[in-house]
């Protein structure tokens, strides 16, 4: 027979019970997955990316790759526009194409990041600088909009390789100090580089105030618009079809590492050229080639990247890295096993980042192809006469 406790006791258990939950708050928070740097690809070099109009007012300044794909194709008072340095890309045929299909799997790839927090519309209201946010992934209530008003600080403690990433449908920030973002404890580089902004919204993205400071890479579906004055330390990056409005700006692509060689085109230009010199006799540059299934797949399968003096290959599917394979003496083959039943039905990337051994002479590579995914036919049963 079970005797009740005196209401006492039962107050003294509940308060040890909320005194554990509260001591197992930081243990469970610490085994929350963290942020994980987004894959921009061939993206990465742009500080800005639009699909289909570039429109500008007023002295512009661009540190970084311009690219401009794949419809419309305009950019009126685009002459007022410096750019101290980058390459200019602009038609379907461009740099700018391949970018766009690697913002494609970049977007995705922060879509899908697990959330740690769930934000509040306004961010200044919870990254305050007596109380910053710290590294990790928010999530606007439902996936709705994010603002910007008082201004918000980012707490990196120490950490310059921490990660931030925003999830939301529009991004919108006040003007001046009220929509500027403020990055603390940043380490030995507090750069904006690891700060993403992945908006949904397929109309309007990313409108940014009048003379705010804005940092990070937005990753929008719908259009970019920066107020006049507002300056960008990071990327503006617009997915296809959609239009970026710029008037007297200044965008600065922000990057964690040391740049690599120029992608062949000169400041201004509209496609690429070749430069350098070729390699000496004695240390041919270096090659490579991605195969795999030619046609839909329902079982386990190989992709292979082939070719001479690579170093190491890093795969991923659909923008997340699954493995590193690392050169070994004579090794020619580089390959990857895909088992496709556990994943949906629909067309996925692979992509193939390859690491040469002389890298001042063969730039590191990015390698792409797509499969499908579709149910095994069930073999017919044989019945014996």
């Not at 419809?71 to 008072?77: D, F, H, Q, V, Y």
Request: overall charge positive; proline content about 8%.
């Amino acid at each position: 027979m079970r005797y009740p406790l005196p209401r006492s006791s039962r107050r003294v258990l509940s308060g040890r019970a909320a005194a554990l939950a509260l001591a197992l708050t930081p243990l469970l928070a610490a085994r929350a997955p963290a942020a994980s740097p987004v894959p921009l690809g061939t993206a990465e070099s742009f500080a800005l990316l639009a699909g289909s109009t570039i429109t500008n007012t007023g002295p512009t300044t661009i540190t970084g790759d311009i690219g401009l794909c794949c419809t419309g194709l305009a950019t009126p008072g685009f002459g007022s526009v410096a750019q101290p340095a980058g390459a200019r890309y602009i038609g379907p045929g461009t740099v700018a194409a391949s970018a766009h299909s690697d913002l494609d799997i970049a977007y995705e790839n922060a879509a899908g990041q697990a959330v740690t927090n769930t934000a509040p519309v306004d961010l200044s209201l919870a990254g305050t600088p007596a109380n910053p946010l710290r590294p990790g992934v928010y999530q606007s209530t439902a996936r709705g909009a994010l603002q910007i008003n008082t201004g918000l600080t980012l707490d990196f403690q120490g950490n310059p390789d921490a990660v931030f990433i925003f999830q939301g449908s529009t991004l919108t920030t006040a003007a001046g100090a009220g929509g500027s973002v403020k990055i603390v404890n940043g380490g030995a580089t507090p750069s904006a580089c690891n700060v993403y902004w992945q908006l949904a919204d397929a109309t309007q993205g990313v409108t940014l105030g009048a003379n705010s400071a804005f940092m990070g890479t937005t990753m929008a579906l719908g259009a970019s618009v920066l107020g006049t004055g507002a300056t960008v330390q990071g990327r503006i990056l617009t997915r296809r079809s959609k239009a970026v409005t710029l008037d007297s700006n200044t965008i600065t692509r922000s990057s964690c590492a040391a740049p690599g060689p120029s992608s062949g085109a000169t400041p201004g230009g509209s496609t690429p050229g070749a430069t350098g010199a070729g390699p000496p006799a004695a240390a041919p540059p270096g090659t490579a080639r991605l195969s795999g299934p030619r046609r839909p797949v329902s079982r386990t399968f190989t992709v292979a990247v082939t070719g001479r003096a690579i170093q190491s290959v890093v795969y991923y599917i659909d923008g997340r890295r699954v493995d590193k394979v690392r050169a070994t003496p004579g090794r020619r083959k580089f390959k990857l096993t895909i088992d496709p039943r556990k994943q949906s039905g629909r067309v996925h990337r692979v992509t193939a980042r390859v690491t040469f051994s002389a890298p001042s002479q063969t730039p590191t590579r990015r390698l792409r192809l797509t499969y499908r995914r579709v149910s095994a036919v069930p073999r017919a049963p044989r019945f014996a006469g």
